[in-house]
């Protein structure tokens, strides 16, 4: 089992920036996949970003702007959102699974992933 806790969401002005955190427990991050999903108001969940082994992938709207890291002895990724825009504006989740498990073909399926935390809501005013 792996539970994650995410924080860092908030209020912000259009090309602001902020940094989500997702925190992990049960099991090291350096062992799984974990991606950072969004759910804009009124749209399906989407893929954003996603670090497995020492690999990242991006969903093509947050390419340069978005960088997803990860600190192991913190058992923590985080999601650091630059140059904000109001189409940013969403609820971010965490998501983890086996890193074995998860392909970089598979990486944004939302039925990858076995383990996902509360969420984090986003808001971008323009």
């Known amino acids: 089992q792996v539970q994650l806790v995410e924080s860092g969401g908030g209020l912000v002005q259009a090309g602001g920036s902020l940094r989500l955190t997702c925190a992990a427990s049960g099991r090291a991050i350096s062992t799984c996949t974990v991606s950072w999903f969004r759910r804009p108001p009124g749209k399906e969940r989407e893929f954003v970003a996603g670090i497995k082994w020492g690999n990242t992938f991006y969903g093509d709207p947050v390419k340069g702007r978005f960088t997803i890291s990860r600190d192991n002895p913190k058992n923590t990724v985080y999601l650091q959102m630059n140059s904000l825009e109001p189409e940013d504006t969403a609820d971010y989740f965490c998501?983890?699974?086996?890193?074995?498990?998860?392909?970089?073909?598979?990486?944004?399926?939302?039925?990858?992933?076995?383990?996902w935390g509360q969420g984090t809501q986003v808001t971008v005013s323009s």
């Open positions: 998501a983890a699974s086996s890193a074995g498990a998860t392909t970089a073909q598979s990486m944004g399926a939302i039925s990858s992933y076995p383990y």
